[in-house]
């Protein structure tokens, strides 16, 4: 039976870092620093920021409304207006508490009753969620529904080759003993106690719904799912300070790249009073529709969103690119059936104009292979499930720009994902064979998680070819990034300075996208919320250095503190150099573990002069 222990049922968790990545960021920081912040990344902060949408309503209105709501809520929220300059008048606070210590059980010397969730899981109940049957992992049995249990969450942990993983079936017993899965690794892992809403059958017999209320909470935030719908948007500060940097002016054209969830976008239109035109653009079919969706809950006309990858947003930049082409890792060796190993550079010219429009049926998978295969005199089955893990994972930072590369790219995972369930024989017939359990983790993993990028949950969006040149008033790109400022956060063990390098040159390409597609005169602003260097000032250095007509302009408000100067010496010997004297108090940097009590978060805004004529 587990005994209760003040030190095993509570929340101090230790953030885990890839050494190498650790190192850099002491390099950074400083070690005493960079402990602070690793520490307060793993706290919600203590307050949720909420825009109000003053077109639609104001402050005064909003707070009379939040504290209706809020008397309904266990706990006391205090609602304040931001005292911020430009803010007070749109930016509430809703000041929350934590974090607290949990009485466990239910007052009986019972064993207590668990259920572990998943690190993702735990995240969103530590910023105001209940737990939802998608992410609950293990319970103990005979839970019953109204039965009090103890959540903990499982963090991954290191396992072979270096990968890491939490090593659990879901659906898994607890017997109250050490043998359970992460008994030891969950001590100082306990984020609430709540009443369960199902039983154990129903908590894994059902694919959604809320699986535990959580009554005694570690942090105390309110929950705003689907409170007042077009008046207010949860933000976090730094992004609301961020589209107030780009200055944007009633009239003006403005670019909104990799523009999803839309909470920038949104707020780039009420400072025009919605008169002007927004572009948003994403790569995602679902987002472009959420951000549609958002623009009309907020009653925002000036929003135009379409779906369009950053790197492409330039109109004429998409130039057919050849599989073979020197982006593609020339000279890989593959065996193709009958002819012996070949060399990419020597395969034949394969015509993606041939290639269906995708999707396509899964019944028409066989004779789509079969026709390839008879086009090129070669398995094109067997070649695109050889050369798959080469090209789709890497095929962004690949250069990877024509449509119909991405088409080919879109079959060979039409390929991957159907393949196991229908084979091509040397005939083009159809042999069925066995679902194999890897596909049953697929599919159970996406009825858990939903559709994802690939699946459209329906909706009509306009896909965009690109804008031309010197056409927008003002650009922001909140560029995709590690993400390492966002908090709760429990794990970034997954980043190494590798993936950190990459997320790097693929900011620069979106970064040169922005140069062309902004005017002379005109502004752009770059923002991140990741702390990582290598993703901020270093952008900024490469920004400076390499279009002599940018520089950095001050920004208004100004909340956040200074950024790095100097340059770091990574470990294969590279210098990585970031800002100058001087340059510092330009930018916005904000530290999680300042008394703002923000994200880690990035802002940097740069005036543009006259172009050269080659830009």
Sequence with gaps: MLQRS??????????????????????????????????????????????????????????????????????RFEINKCGVDRLEDYVLFVKGSGPHMVEYGDGSEKCIKEIIVSRKCAEAVLRGAQVFVPGVLACSAHVEKGD?????????????????????????????????????????????????????????????????????????????????????????????????ALDPQPGERILDMCAAPGGKTTAIAMLMKDKGEVIAVDRSHNKVLDIKKLALEMGLNSITAYK?????????????????????????????????????KEMPSVSVNEIPPLPCKETDLPCILTQQDNN??????????????????????????????????????LVKEKLPKTVVGDEGKTNKTYLSKADVRKNARRMRNGPGRSQSVGGKVETSKGFSQSSFDRVLLDAPCSALGLRPRLFAGEETLQTLRSNARYQRKMFDQAVKLVRAGGVIVYSTCTINPGENEALVRYALDTYTFLSLAPQNPRIGGPGLVGSCELSDGKYEEWLRPGEEDLVQKFDPSSPLDTIGFFIAKFSVGQKDALT
């Design 376 to 413: 090129y005199g070669f398995k094109f089955s067997e070649f695109v499930k050889k050369i798959l893990s080469m090209f789709v994972d890497k095929s962004r930072l690949l250069g990877f720009s024509s449509e119909k590369t991405q088409r080919l790219l879109q079959l060979m995972q």
């Design 308 to 344: 369009l990858d950053a790197l492409k947003a330039v109109s004429g930049s998409n130039a057919s690119t050849d599989i073979a082409s020197p982006h593609c890792s020339n000279g890989e060796t593959f065996d193709s059936p009958g002819s012996g190993p070949f060399l990419l």
């Design 148 to 244: 009090i249990v103890a959540v903990s969450v499982a963090v991954e942990q290191p396992g072979s080759v270096g990968k890491w993983g939490v090593g659990i079936t879901r659906g898994t017993v607890l017997h109250g003993t050490q043998t359970d899965p992460h008994h030891f690794e969950r001590t100082g892992l306990y984020i609430g106690q709540g009443t369960a809403m199902l039983s154990r059958v129903g908590i894994f017999g059902v694919l959604q719904g809320i699986a535990v209320e959580i009554t005694n909470k570690v942090f105390d935030l309110p929950s705003f799912h689907d409170v007042l719908k077009g008046d207010i948007f949860l933000q976090n500060l730094p992004s609301i300070v961020a589209a107030h």
């Design 6 to 75: 003040n030190e095993r049922y509570s929340y101090n968790p230790t953030l885990k870092w890839n050494p190498e990545v650790e190192d850099y960021f002491i390099n950074a920081y400083g070690s005493s620093h960079f402990t602070t912040i690793s520490n307060a990344l793993t706290r919600p902060s203590s307050y949720s920021c909420i825009r109000v949408n003053k077109l639609n309503s104001t402050s005064d209105g909003v707070i009379e409304k939040l504290s209706a709501y809020l008397m309904d809520k266990e706990g």
